[in-house]
């Protein structure tokens, strides 16, 4: 217990000697510290403090840089797709248009080989009148010459008729 009790007793007595050393040596260490260390330290904080401001702005500068480029990029593929768009609904007029003159064209060739079939069967028809005509002028002769040349009676006159329409039609098979 006596130890406590000097010890605090030393602790606690005012020494001016002591105060005026510890003074003078907090003094010349504090002058020491803020010449070699915290110049250094504080020029080693500044730079890189400054360096960090340099980061930031950089940082920003690149990030309006890059949303301007990203306007551009959208407004390029908003562009594009207009684009593609107005080619495609070209396209496709062109191809109406083409599948109209198609159409068109098929339509004219048609009536133009329609009317072609319809004179050529008109032709036909006119010449097979006329053929049938010079058959049955012939025909007419014939029979009356046949009558002429012999008086029948209604039967003859039967008999040799369907003879003369045999007659007729074998000389139309050989030649159909």
Same mark, same amino acid.
């Given at each position: 217990m006596n130890f406590l009790l000097l010890a605090s007793n030393s602790f606690t007595d005012v020494k001016p000697g002591l105060i005026i050393w510890t003074w003078i040596t907090f003094i010349i260490v504090a002058i020491l510290l803020r010449k070699f260390a915290w110049g250094p330290l504080l020029s080693a904080v500044e730079g890189r403090e400054k360096n960090i401001t340099n980061a930031i702005e950089s940082a920003k500068r690149e990030r309006a840089e890059a949303e301007k480029l990203l306007?551009?990029?959208?407004?390029?593929?908003?562009?594009?797709?207009?684009?593609?768009?107005?080619?495609?609904?070209?396209?496709?007029? #062109?191809?109406?248009?083409?599948?109209?003159?198609?159409?068109?064209?098929?339509?004219?060739?048609?009536? =133009? $080989?329609? $009317?072609?079939?319809?004179?050529?069967?008109?032709?036909?028809?006119?010449?097979? %009148?006329?053929?049938?005509?010079? #058959?049955?002028?012939?025909? =007419?002769?014939? %029979?009356? #010459?046949?009558? $002429?040349?012999?008086? $029948?009676?209604?039967?003859k006159q039967t008999a040799l008729a369907q003879q003369f329409v045999q007659d007729l039609g074998k000389k139309q098979t050989p030649s159909a």
């Open positions: 306007g551009e990029q959208k407004t390029a593929i908003a562009a594009a797709r207009q684009e593609a768009a107005d080619a495609v609904r070209k396209t496709q007029a #062109e191809m109406e248009k083409f599948r109209e003159e198609l159409m068109n064209k098929a339509r004219k060739e048609a009536d =133009s $080989l329609k $009317l072609d079939a319809q004179r050529a069967i008109v032709e036909e028809r006119t010449k097979a %009148i006329a053929e049938i005509k010079g #058959e049955a002028v012939k025909l =007419s002769i014939a %029979i009356a #010459e046949k009558l $002429l040349g012999a008086n $029948l009676d209604d039967a």
